[in-house]
C-alpha cells in the first residue's frame, strides 16, 4: 500500500491520541516584587513568598529573606503545564523558622487572555485579606503554546517515488 504524506500524519497521530485542546502550553510567571500594607512579624521583617495556584497545581518561591512590606523575587520563576483551568490565585506567605508560616494576602487573576494573546506581559494584581486591599504584585505573565508535533513521513516522498519508478522497467 501506498499513502500519501497527509495520509500518513493522520494515521501516525491518530494512534498516538495526542491533545490539540486550545491553551494547551507552558504558562511562565515571574514574580517581581510586591507593595504590602503591612508587615505581620512585630520584631523582625517578614520573609514573604508566593504561592500560586492553578487547578491542582501549586507552586512556591523561595522566600525574600527581610523583604518586610516591599519583597522582591527577581530570579524566581514559576512554570506550570497549563490544561484548560482560567483561575490563577496567587497568594503572599510569611515564612517564620519557630513556628507555623502566616499567611498575608491573596488575589487571583483569570488567564485566559493572556493565553490568547501570547507573549509576555508585565501586570500588577491587587491582593486582598480579609476583604480589605492589602497590597500588590507586579508580575511578569507568559505563554508558551504546546508546539504541534509534525511527524516526517514515513517511506519514500512523492518526488522519490517518481524517480523510482522511472529508473527501470520490468
Not at 31 to 44: E, G, H, Q, T, V
Not at 88 to 94: A, E, N, P, T
Not at 118 to 143: P, Y
Request: with cysteine; proline share 5%; net charge neutral.
Amino acid at each position: 500500500l501506498l499513502y500519501n504524506s497527509k495520509q500518513i500524519i493522520y494515521l501516525t497521530l491518530k494512534h498516538r491520541k495526542i491533545k490539540t485542546m486550545h491553551g494547551l502550553g507552558k504558562l511562565i510567571l515571574t514574580p517581581r516584587m510586591a507593595d504590602l500594607k503591612s508587615d505581620k512579624n512585630i520584631i523582625f521583617k517578614a520573609d514573604p513568598y508566593c504561592v500560586f495556584l492553578l487547578g491542582d497545581q501549586r507552586k512556591v518561591t523561595t522566600p525574600c529573606k527581610s523583604g518586610g512590606t516591599n519583597p522582591s523575587w527577581e530570579t524566581d520563576v514559576v512554570t506550570f503545564d497549563r490544561t484548560i483551568e482560567e483561575l490563577l490565585v496567587v497568594q503572599i506567605w510569611d515564612s517564620d523558622l519557630l513556628s507555623k508560616d502566616d499567611f498575608l494576602c491573596e488575589g487571583c487573576i483569570n488567564i485566559l487572555n493572556f493565553i490568547q494573546t501570547g507573549g509576555k506581559q508585565s501586570i500588577t494584581i491587587e491582593l486582598f485579606s480579609k476583604g480589605e486591599l492589602w497590597g500588590r504584585l507586579l508580575l511578569d505573565i507568559a505563554f508558551e503554546p504546546e508546539q504541534k508535533i509534525v511527524h516526517p513521513p514515513i517511506g519514500p516522498s512523492q518526488t522519490e517515488q517518481k524517480q523510482f519508478i522511472g529508473v527501470g522497467k520490468f
